[in-house]
């Protein structure tokens, strides 16, 4: 198949790529920066320059690609983040920029995956903090959203939320929000580098919080996501996919949503949000 990675360059872009690439599709992938377009190559992808929050620079892109299958892996997290991100997110301009990545920029790729043609959209979508406290048990799609969360996470939950109503509820393809885990492992913030963001707060057990009632946070390895991602370009909604494993010492949890329940979900959790998502 044709496949259209739009955020190719990113922590899970990087990973998942390769994966698409060795199962024999064709892969585009999409970076703003023109330095990166050696990357996009090294990974076994086309490279092609588009500016995300550019609805013309979007559609050109995917016209002279004609996916079949578009995935949306864009988020402005890659670079460096700091324990006052996690705390206050929505002073951050990277989450800011993210929000517009998740409203903004995911209306500009379903209005050009219709105008091209494309039969499948697979979205990034979060599942790390959007769900209320629980027993301690791993969660599912079935399990309610936080209706009330900090004020602090209200404009990334409400980018979360129109992302996943949009996506899942279009109709000239299959849309699917993945709600994956908090990533770690190799390039992500939470590594066992030595250079890694949290690598010191975590060894001290100073693991920061936004605030009261925000939940468990789960985490899921940057290669299962993408291995669980590459299923879902392949088979579509075919279910969500729950999974444990312990690697570098940590437990990871991911939530591969089919789409139907994470739509309802957001459509019914978050209306009084939606007019937070792009105001950061």
């Given amino acids: 198949m044709k496949v259209f990675v739009a955020g190719a360059t990113g922590v899970l872009g990087r990973a998942l790529v390769p994966h698409l690439v060795a ?97 499948r959209f697979v979205a990034q979508s979060i599942a790390a903090f959007g769900f209320g406290p629980t027993d301690g048990r791993l969660q599912t799609e079935a399990d309610p959203v936080d209706l009330d969360p900090p004020a602090a996470m209200r404009p990334g939950l409400a980018a979360i939320a129109h992302l996943e109503r949009a996506v899942t509820t279009i109709e000239w393809g299959e849309g699917l929000a993945l709600r994956y885990g908090a990533f770690y492992g190799p390039g992500t913030a939470f590594s066992l580098a030595p250079d890694a963001v949290m690598a010191a707060p975590i060894r001290k057990r100073r693991f920061p919080v936004v605030g009261k009632g925000s939940g468990v946070w789960s985490f899921v390895h940057v290669e299962d996501a993408a291995v669980a991602t590459a299923a879902a370009v392949e088979r579509g909604p075919t279910g969500y996919l729950h999974r444990r494993r312990r690697r570098a010492g940590a437990c990871a949890g991911v939530a591969a949503g089919a789409g139907e329940c994470a739509g309802r979900q957001a459509t019914e959790a978050y209306p009084t949000l939606a007019g937070a998502a792009g105001r950061g």
């Fill in 23 to 119: 199962r024999g599709h064709e892969v585009v992938g999409m970076t703003r920066s023109a330095a990166k377009q050696d990357l996009v190559r090294s990974l076994g992808a086309r490279p092609v320059i588009a500016d995300a929050l550019d609805p013309d620079a979007v559609a050109q892109a995917l016209a002279s690609a004609e996916p079949e299958v578009i995935v949306h892996e864009l988020t402005a997290l890659s670079g460096k983040l700091s324990v006052r991100f996690v705390r206050h997110p929505e002073r951050s301009a990277a989450s800011i920029t993210t929000n517009r990545l998740r409203t903004e920029g995911t209306d500009h790729l379903l209005a050009s995956g219709r105008a091209v043609g494309a039969r």
